[in-house]
């Protein structure tokens, strides 16, 4: 019974398998021993490409030295003693192989389709069709909830060393900074320095300095959240009872 037992766990290898061309191609993969050469290359022919008539097969074992070239497809995989762990490495023979080229793995070699406008304007059922009909339905649903001259118009109100009381949270501060951020998306923004440490930087954000503060008192906000005016420093002890 033991022998037999063995013998069926044994009956199968688990190898390592890479490939001349797939640079990234790994994968482990299990071969019956009583399997031909033939039979084996069949197999991995379905999973990297590679032609039968066109694959060489090497053997290495666990330590990277090569054991074996598998040259003969009659014979068994047990012939050749591969054990679990062992690497079976694909050479591809044809220089015109689907394999070939790298394109297979880098994407960038591949040529991608690409059209004009003038001919993608001609074409009905696309997407930029298919907004051109909601805007003649319903222009004003299109139209920016806040333009530029809006916000231009709100910053031109708030200048530096303003105090300031900026929402959700009514945090106080002092404004810092005005204008447009190259940093972060377009627009204008104002930097403010908190009283407190509610913010998140010290006036440099993505590497750009906008202004300078102690750590986790600065932000950058939109101008529509921020008013300025009488807005003293609050005392921290104006909320207890005596």
């Not at 015109?96 to 003038?118: M, N």
């Not at 001259?149 to 910053?155: I, R, S, T």
Request: one cysteine or more; charged letters at 30%; hydrophobic letters at 30%.
């Amino acid at each position: 019974m033991a022998t037999r037992l063995q013998m069926a766990v044994d009956d199968s290898v688990l190898l390592r398998v890479t490939h001349s061309n797939l640079k990234t191609f790994s994968a482990s993969v299990r071969f019956s021993l009583q399997s031909t050469v033939e039979s084996v290359k069949e197999k991995l022919w379905r999973k990297c490409g590679t032609s039968v008539n066109s694959m060489s097969l090497e053997l290495y074992d666990d330590t990277n030295s090569k054991i074996s070239d598998l040259t003969d497809n009659s014979r068994p995989l047990g012939f050749y003693s591969p054990l679990d762990g062992f690497r079976l490495h694909v050479i591809d023979l044809d220089p015109s192989s689907v394999t070939s080229g790298g394109w297979l793995e880098d994407t960038s070699l591949v040529e991608k389709y690409t059209i004009s406008e003038e001919d993608y304007d001609k074409r009905s059922g696309t997407f930029r069709k298919f907004k051109e009909k909601l805007v003649s339905q319903n222009p004003s649903a299109f139209e920016p909830k806040i333009t530029d001259n809006y916000v231009e118009d709100l910053c031109a109100h708030i200048k530096v060393g303003d105090r300031c009381e900026v929402e959700p949270g009514e945090k106080r501060g002092v404004v810092k900074f005005v204008g447009r951020a190259e940093s972060l998306a377009p627009g204008f923004w104002v930097g403010v320095q908190y009283d407190e440490p509610l913010g998140k930087h010290d006036g440099m954000v993505k590497g750009v300095r906008y202004f300078d503060c102690p750590p986790l008192h600065g932000a950058m906000v939109r101008s529509d959240k921020v008013k300025v005016g009488d807005y003293p420093e609050r005392d921290p002890f104006e909320d207890e009872e005596i």
